[in-house]
């Protein structure tokens, strides 16, 4: 490859003399060592928890996919189904949270806004359809979550293994199971459960029907062995 060569001196006051004759130039000059300059990265606001009782068929179709590699899915979407039993009538609550890894987790705020504490006497039982396990700091919150709350049983089903070949995942993911929690995948009969329940329908048309698609048996059971190997 040609090497760049230096422009002899003269050149160079050749040029300065040029623009200093001809101002559209010097201004021209500045516009580009403007344009070369870094930019400052525009500082995004937090991403909000959004809840809701159902979510658009779009977020569905891409979110909750249980293809191996997940580029491109940066929220979380949880499903949730809480059944209260004890000194009233039994009450059941549903809905989904949604979020973005950059901020605040689903999991999280799961317990901060939806189910912040368990009343003593009575019993829940939580589950959850979730789009991926849950991250490190999720897990932690949820076993503590756990250990904390004897009346309180939480089973997690879930579409995707989030980073589940790292060790620190993997550790508590354990601790989760060790705390109580049962967690397993997606099954396609779950997939299509969480279309119709919680999955946004056209107003005035007949509900559509779930379409599984093409690999959803075949991914199941590859995340249903990696989660066995997991939580051996």
């Known amino acids: 490859m040609a090497e760049k060569q230096e422009q002899p001196q003269a050149s160079q006051n050749g040029e300065k003399a040029e623009n200093a004759e001809n101002p559209e ?3 021209n000059a500045e516009n580009a060592e403007e344009a070369e300059k870094p930019k400052e990265l525009e500082v995004l606001p937090p991403f909000e928890i959004v809840t809701g009782e159902r979510f658009p068929a779009f977020f569905f179709k891409f979110q ?6 997940s580029s491109g899915r940066n929220k979380t979407f949880l499903c949730y189904i809480i059944e209260i039993q ?6 059941t609550l ?16 799961f317990f901060n806004t939806i189910l912040p ?13 979730v789009s991926s396990s849950p991250c490190v700091g999720c897990a932690e919150q949820i076993t503590k979550a756990l250990k904390k709350n004897k009346n309180l049983k939480l089973s997690i089903v879930v579409g995707r293994l989030f980073m589940w070949e790292e060790p620190d995942i993997q550790a508590a993911l ?13 099954k396609p009969q779950d997939f299509e ?3 119709k329940n919680f999955v946004e329908q056209e107003e005035g048309e007949e509900p559509k ?8 048996q075949e991914n199941f059971l590859y995340y249903e062995e990696k989660l066995a190997e997991v939580l051996h």
């Open 86 to 91: 004890g000194k009233e009538e039994p009450k």
């Open 25 to 27: 130039n010097a201004e």
């Open 117 to 129: 504490t368990c009343e003593s006497g009575l019993r829940y039982n939580v589950t959850w359809y």
């Open 174 to 186: 354990k601790k989760m199971k060790a705390a109580g929690c049962k967690m397993r995948i997606m």
């Open 193 to 195: 459960y969480v279309w």
């Open 209 to 216: 029907a779930f379409t599984p698609w093409e690999d959803i």
């Open 94 to 109: 549903r809905g989904y949270l949604e979020d973005e890894h950059a901020a605040a987790h689903a999991e999280d705020a």
């Open 64 to 69: 909750f996919k249980n293809v191996e590699y």
